[in-house]
């Protein structure tokens, strides 16, 4: 072997992983049309106690375990662009995306980080937070107990099912097992809800789980027909404030994608990769030449798109459908005070 064992590099046993399955998204640009389920191991450490680089495929004799299963890594710290595929013996790594992985340190208050922005943007910032506290005096909550899941689950589905996310395929899971995983994860107290109402009717929402002294963004969302309110700036605003007063995180890790309203909030990033090993195998080889040709294929597609002059007018309507929608009332989640 050429360098340091996987194991070596990652201190690899029997707590460290994660067994189960992840799900290979074979996204045409916003829209991902099908998913493949993955039995593997996930590295489940958070990106900021990773090593600065993932280990080159040549370097691999194996994977950890008996069953040799695929392991990935989501997000991993990077020093430079990776190749897309780098085979070796007996494993191949395959990395679909590159990206900044934004994030907030909460270090001082959030009247000093306020301060970064400019006069303007700290402004349109106050203004968009101000819409929703003028409204009602219970507009954000956050929810943390196993007793409160069950009422932040419910009103964030009413959410994520008319939003732009859900459309494209990355809603909120509806499975019973989501929800008994949250509960699980509310026992522990490493989950964290948070609700933006307006009317008494959930405007946003955003999902985070607790990793040691870091809280990660994984799932957010907001109702489309508030978007003139811009609830989902306005929820993390909020989010952000109340992580200055608790001194709780060191961090907020915005969770990952690349997005504007990401490099807007942070205060400063890392470059990452989504790293998958593979065993060597005509399947698995086949599936990942499958998925990365998407890829591929989208990035020549957007290509024609911006040579048209059509890109954004199709992302608008991407994330707004083609109808404005109307809002619905939730039933039994008129109460915003729960």
Same mark, same amino acid.
């Given at each position: 072997m050429n360098g340091p064992s996987f194991n070596t590099r990652y201190q690899w046993s029997e707590t460290t992983p994660s067994l189960g399955d992840v799900r290979l998204d074979f996204s045409f640009g916003y829209w991902c049309f099908y998913s493949y389920p993955l039995r593997g191991q996930m590295i489940t450490k958070h990106f900021v106690d990773l090593p600065s680089h993932p280990p080159s495929a040549r370097d691999l004799l194996s994977l950890p375990g008996e069953r040799q299963e695929p392991v990935w890594i989501l997000p991993h710290p990077v020093k430079e662009t990776l190749p897309t595929l780098e085979f070796g013996r007996s494993v191949f790594r395959y990395v679909p995306n590159h990206y900044p992985r934004y994030y907030v340190e909460l270090s001082g208050s959030f009247e000093q980080y306020l301060q970064r922005f400019s006069r303007k943007r700290r402004h349109e910032l106050r203004r968009k937070m101000r819409k929703f506290?003028?409204? @009602?005096?219970?507009?954000?909550? @956050?929810?943390?107990? +196993?007793? @409160?899941?069950?009422? &932040?689950? =419910?009103?964030?589905?009413?959410?994520?099912?008319?939003?732009?996310?859900?459309?494209?395929?990355?809603? *909120?899971?509806?499975? +019973?097992?989501? &929800?008994?995983? *949250?509960?699980? *994860?509310?026992?522990? =107290?490493?989950?964290?809800?948070?609700? *933006?109402?307006? =009317?008494?009717?959930?405007?946003?929402?955003?999902?985070?789980?607790v990793n040691g002294n870091c809280l990660t963004g994984e799932l957010c969302g907001y109702d489309p027909s508030q978007s003139h309110l811009s609830p989902g700036n306005a929820l993390i605003g909020y989010i952000v404030e109340r992580l200055f007063e608790e001194q709780q995180f060191r961090m907020l890790d915005l969770g990952p994608g690349d997005a504007d309203y990401k490099a807007f909030f942070a205060t400063g990033s890392v470059p990452c990769a989504d790293v998958y090993y593979f065993p060597r195998s005509l399947k698995n080889i086949a599936l990942v030449i499958a998925h990365s040709t998407t890829a591929v294929l989208w990035q020549w597609t957007t290509r024609i798109l911006d040579a048209l002059r059509v890109r954004d007018s199709l992302k608008k309507l991407a994330r707004n459908g083609w109808k404005k929608p109307s809002r619905v009332s939730s039933t039994g989640l008129t109460n915003c005070s729960q």
């Amino acid at each position: 072997m050429n360098g340091p064992s996987f194991n070596t590099r990652y201190q690899w046993s029997e707590t460290t992983p994660s067994l189960g399955d992840v799900r290979l998204d074979f996204s045409f640009g916003y829209w991902c049309f099908y998913s493949y389920p993955l039995r593997g191991q996930m590295i489940t450490k958070h990106f900021v106690d990773l090593p600065s680089h993932p280990p080159s495929a040549r370097d691999l004799l194996s994977l950890p375990g008996e069953r040799q299963e695929p392991v990935w890594i989501l997000p991993h710290p990077v020093k430079e662009t990776l190749p897309t595929l780098e085979f070796g013996r007996s494993v191949f790594r395959y990395v679909p995306n590159h990206y900044p992985r934004y994030y907030v340190e909460l270090s001082g208050s959030f009247e000093q980080y306020l301060q970064r922005f400019s006069r303007k943007r700290r402004h349109e910032l106050r203004r968009k937070m101000r819409k929703f506290a003028r409204k @009602e005096s219970t507009f954000f909550r @956050e929810y943390r107990s +196993p007793q @409160e899941m069950r009422f &932040f689950y =419910d009103s964030a589905l009413t959410v994520s099912r008319r939003s732009f996310q859900k459309r494209i395929g990355h809603g *909120l899971p509806e499975e +019973p097992a989501f &929800f008994a995983n *949250l509960v699980s *994860l509310a026992e522990q =107290d490493k989950i964290r809800g948070y609700l *933006l109402f307006y =009317d008494c009717h959930p405007a946003a929402f955003a999902l985070c789980h607790v990793n040691g002294n870091c809280l990660t963004g994984e799932l957010c969302g907001y109702d489309p027909s508030q978007s003139h309110l811009s609830p989902g700036n306005a929820l993390i605003g909020y989010i952000v404030e109340r992580l200055f007063e608790e001194q709780q995180f060191r961090m907020l890790d915005l969770g990952p994608g690349d997005a504007d309203y990401k490099a807007f909030f942070a205060t400063g990033s890392v470059p990452c990769a989504d790293v998958y090993y593979f065993p060597r195998s005509l399947k698995n080889i086949a599936l990942v030449i499958a998925h990365s040709t998407t890829a591929v294929l989208w990035q020549w597609t957007t290509r024609i798109l911006d040579a048209l002059r059509v890109r954004d007018s199709l992302k608008k309507l991407a994330r707004n459908g083609w109808k404005k929608p109307s809002r619905v009332s939730s039933t039994g989640l008129t109460n915003c005070s729960q």
